[in-house]
Structure formats: C-alpha cells, structure tokens
C-alpha cells in the first residue's frame, strides 16, 4: 500500500514562508513528483513537479517564489515556499504523476494577516 503522507501547512502572514513535505510511504520507485493546490471554488492547479533527477518545472505564478526539491533516499519531496502572498491560499496537494498515479490528502496553506 502506497500512501503520500503531506505536512508543514499551517497560517502565515504575507511575505513569509512555509515549508512543505511529502512522504511517500512503500518500496517504490517514483519518477515524477508535483505538487498541485486548489483554492476555494477554484480548479486544482500544478505548482511545480520534479523528475528523478531534480529537474524542474514551476507554474509561472509561483516562479521565484517556490522551490520543489526531493530527497529519493528518503522518498520525500519539498516545496519550499517564500514570500507568501494571500492568493497562494489553498489546499496543497502531492501527487506521485509517474510512473504510478497517487495522491495525497492535501495540507492547508493560508496566507492572512
């Protein structure tokens, strides 16, 4: 059984950071990994994903902003996210995208003064 366990979510004024994690549980190889968030009444969107090898895609929103970064020998994957703004408020999501499809149960981000 393969579970993406999400955390570090949390309340944090604009201009701070957050950072969050995806630990992925289970003897399993997992190429891509991203990170998707969905705000109220909004459609989830991709935020950023990252290959075996540490390349990188970011959405052009959070470019500057976020970094996605993965430690393979512990099956986990950050994104690191710096000056937060009220927009970036959302459910944050980890997805395994290959070459198996998972997802975790999100963590709450929101930025509020």
């Known amino acids: 059984q393969v579970q993406l366990v999400e955390s570090g979510g949390g309340l944090v004024q604009p201009g701070g950071s957050l950072r969050l994690s995806c630990s992925v549980s289970?003897?399993?190889?997992?190429?891509?990994m991203g990170w998707y968030r969905q705000a109220p009444g909004k459609e989830r969107e991709k935020v950023a994903s990252i290959n075996y090898g540490g390349s990188t895609n970011y959405a052009d929103s959070i470019k500057g902003r976020f970094t996605i970064s993965r430690d393979n020998a512990k099956n986990t994957v950050y994104l690191q996210m710096n000056s937060l703004k009220p927009e970036d408020t959302a459910v944050y999501y980890c997805?395994?995208?290959?070459?198996?499809?998972?997802w975790g149960q999100g963590t709450q981000v929101t930025v509020s003064s």
């Open positions: 289970g003897t399993i190889f997992i190429n891509i």
């Open positions: 997805k395994s995208e290959s070459p198996y499809v998972y």
